[in-house]
């Protein structure tokens, strides 16, 4: 067995490019993090040559005598770091990522058709939520009606979500989102729930980490039902995690539904080397640093926050709760994509997102900014007070330029931008 340079210069070639450009990079994509040496040291494994089909103790291959420790070793980190008592949750550590765990749930608790609401994607939903656009499975195989924002505040509007409910009687609510810079109100929620009947559950996908930490409220108190990916501000290996109430909910045993959905229901055997790596992530986030970190990535953006208000820019609920700012460029005069493709060329990554009232997602009115990668690799208040500083320039730049060529495509607009006709160095400089 040789070394993967020798193996494939092609692919370790292409893998050494993207490892400078993780390093040289500013990323303040929301959803993303750098995870630590351990974990990445599980995920690359012998534990990838197992297969385990099952659950511990009842697996359909032999051999499974350590996977099945490493599996429950997981299952008791992830039920202790967010303090749940056994006998009351379960969780499944087997979701490949955070899509199929919800659409393991929904398989879990729902027949074909059966109704859900969820936060609108142009509001800050999730795709794997559903939406009425019939492009993720989840709108294909059950019907959806969005619940959207008050988009004179930027907050959800429950009073809207509340009326709706009762009309389109949902059997499945769901609270959580890409792209929401508040708190969900869990306890209105719940009670919606209640009132016309459905299963509450919660994707936690972004702010996991934030949970774990206490530097948001925990959900588990109001839901039946908690989903998270792994990988964003938890820190780990690529996968998904479903949290159940060991309870019998509106005539469903939820554990024997979750775990029927996740196997055979949706998947095969699991990746036990992110299984494993989980566990890793799980220990490392119950140690002081990690709480350390997670408070940092509140403290950044509040950094963040107030420099941008300083500097006029409008933020969505003019504000936010948690790891990401949600700024709407539209009274500025430009749009999110371009603003995107301009900080792109500066090593600044983050993502164009639509904001309320919004036409287009490909070319949306805002961006989005997260702090927990940056935070990771040990940014602090003043750090981001500074990248603001290239975010603005960078916005300035991108007026400038559109101001020149207004109304062509992006593709237009780019070929601008690094065109003689725009001279970019000056224009950063003045
Ligand atoms: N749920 C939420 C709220 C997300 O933001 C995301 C991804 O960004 C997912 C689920 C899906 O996760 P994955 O990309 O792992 O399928």
Known sequence: DYPLSEVDPEVHELIEKEKMRQFNCLDLIASENFTYRAVMEVSGSCLTNKYSEGLPGKRYYGGNEYIDQIETLCQERALELFQLDEGKWGVNVQPLSGS????EVYTALLSPHDRIMALDLP??????HDFKRRVSGTSIFFESMPYRLDESTGLVDYVMLKETAILFRPKLIIAGASAYPRDFDYY????????VGAFLMMDMAHISGLVAATAVPSPFKYFDVVTTTTHKSLRGPRGGMIFYKKDTVHGVDLETAI???VFPGLQGGPHNHTIGALAVCLFAAQSPEFKINQLQVIRNRKALEEILLQLGYNLVSGGSDNHLVLVDLRPMGI?????????DMSSITLNKNSVPGDESALVPGGIC?????MTTRGFKEADFRLTVDYIDEGVQLAIKANSCVKGTELKDFMDFVVSPDFPLKESVSE
């Open 188 to 195: 209105r929620m719940r009670e919606i729930a209640d009132e």
């Open 100 to 103: 199929p765990a919800n659409f």
């Open 123 to 128: 509001h800050g939903g999730h795709l794997s």
């Open 369 to 373: 900014i997260g702090t927990p990668a």
């Open 335 to 343: 749009d999110g994509a371009r603003v995107e493709k301009i900080l």
């Open 259 to 261: 775990n029927n959905a």
